[in-house]
């Protein structure tokens, strides 16, 4: 069974549209994060949700807001896609809000905006 | 906030030596330094933790090395393989519960056979 599992695995799309990426853990941990890796292979916090409450919004642009229907799930959606938004997303959960316990990532999603 | 910086960001080795790749953290209150290989095009996932109230920590090949007072950490990989080829990532957090990993910028190692 996958651990965190998000959808899709790749997303291409014209600039200005509208997308959203999925993710579900099954871990029953209550923290969820979404990173984005940059092509330099960067990897920098964007969001984190602990129990559906948001507790880390990074300065990221407002384009793209996160969505937590319950403590398993965390989308991502963003508006008015930008070339500078290409980049592989990365959902991750752990049992705590990051500290002390492993973080489990998804398989990430690599957007390409053309 | 944390800032952590790693080097080097690219590392060659003949397969059987060591690896040695280290870390510079910035909060004197993290006190959690977990390490992630990310094989191309795959997740990262963790090899190795250490927690602040530990100065070391092995697990078979792989050994992590933490000096509280320098701020610094250090992964260590002895005998490689060339299956150890992939980018490693260091990474730092404060057991607060409302806290994200900061991670370091890569280092990606190439293992020659």
């Known amino acids: 069974d996958t651990a965190v599992s998000q959808t899709p695995k790749y997303l291409v799309t014209q600039m200005g549209n509208d997308k959203s990426i999925k993710c579900e853990q099954n871990l029953g941990h209550d923290t969820m994060y979404w990173y984005k890796q940059d092509s330099k292979k960067f990897l920098k916090i964007m969001f984190s949700y602990n129990n559906k409450e948001l507790i880390i919004n990074e300065t990221v642009p407002n384009r793209f807001s996160p969505k937590s229907p319950d403590k398993a799930h965390l989308n991502l959606h963003i508006n008015s896609l930008e070339l500078g938004d290409s980049a592989v997303y990365f959902c991750?959960?752990?049992?705590?809000?990051?500290?002390?316990?492993?973080?489990?990532f998804g398989q990430g999603t690599r957007l390409t905006v053309v | 906030g944390e800032n952590v910086e790693q080097h080097p960001s690219t590392l060659s080795v003949q397969e059987g030596d060591s690896a040695v790749i280290k870390c510079t953290y910035s909060d004197s209150a993290s006190n959690y330094f977990p390490w992630y290989k990310q094989e191309l095009g795959k997740r990262p996932q963790l090899i190795i933790d250490i927690r602040s109230n530990v100065g070391e920590k092995k697990d078979q090949r792989i050994a992590v090395t933490l000096n509280k007072t320098a701020k610094h950490f250090s992964l260590h990989i002895t005998e490689t393989q060339p299956e150890d080829s992939a980018v490693y990532f260091c990474a730092a957090t404060q057991d607060t519960g409302r806290r994200a990993l900061t991670f370091g910028s890569g280092t990606r190692l190439q293992v020659q056979p």
């Open positions: 991750a959960s752990s049992q705590r809000g990051g500290g002390g316990t492993e973080a489990f």
